[in-house]
């Protein structure tokens, strides 16, 4: 099993997401990763994720989404998180909006990984004081720090 820790590198966290709309939070993920050179078909990544969200919105509530994808020629997962101050209409299960994002990526070859990370992200953001942390910390390092640490409090299965 994975880690998130062994994932989320500190420039995969974007600390104040600009995107005002679901599109546009996946454009900007998609950017950064593009930037980062983790992945060089941007539009690719978009289309991925677009397809997943049309199945059904990838907003668990509680001010989370975690928009996920599984990717033909990916060598390994991905994870980035972002967190946006003013909030994001992601057609979340409860009708809020979202501040917390999780990105995860993974190889289209290895559905098991995929489906294991995003339980492992979704047990973390399970608690309420930590969700809360996550929405005032100040900065991005203290972001990932944060992160790392919850992740740590798990054991892998």
């Known amino acids: 099993m994975v880690r ?6 500190e420039n995969f966290v974007i600390d104040d997401i600009k995107a005002t709309d679901k599109d546009g939070v996946l454009r900007e ?19 991925v994720l677009a397809e997943r969200e049309s ?48 990105l995860l990526l993974s190889p289209e070859d ?12 979704s047990r973390i953001l399970k608690n309420p004081v930590f969700r809360e942390k996550l929405r005032s910390a100040p900065q991005r390092q203290e972001l990932q720090r944060m992160i ?6 798990y054991p892998q299965r």
């Open 110 to 121: 290895r559905p098991g990984d995929h489906l294991k990370i995003l339980a492992r992200i």
């Open 4 to 9: 998130i820790s062994e994932l989320l590198q």
């Open 55 to 102: 199945l059904g919105s990838t907003g668990i509530g509680d001010g989370v989404a975690i928009p996920h994808g599984k990717v033909r020629n990916l060598r390994d997962a991905v994870i980035a998180f972002g967190r946006s101050r003013k909030g994001v209409d992601f057609d979340t299960m409860d009708g809020k909006p979202a501040y917390l994002f999780f």
């Open 148 to 153: 790392l640490e919850e992740d740590g409090k």
């Open 29 to 47: 993920f998609a950017g950064l990763l593009k930037a980062s050179g983790t992945i060089h078909r941007e539009e690719e990544i978009i289309r």
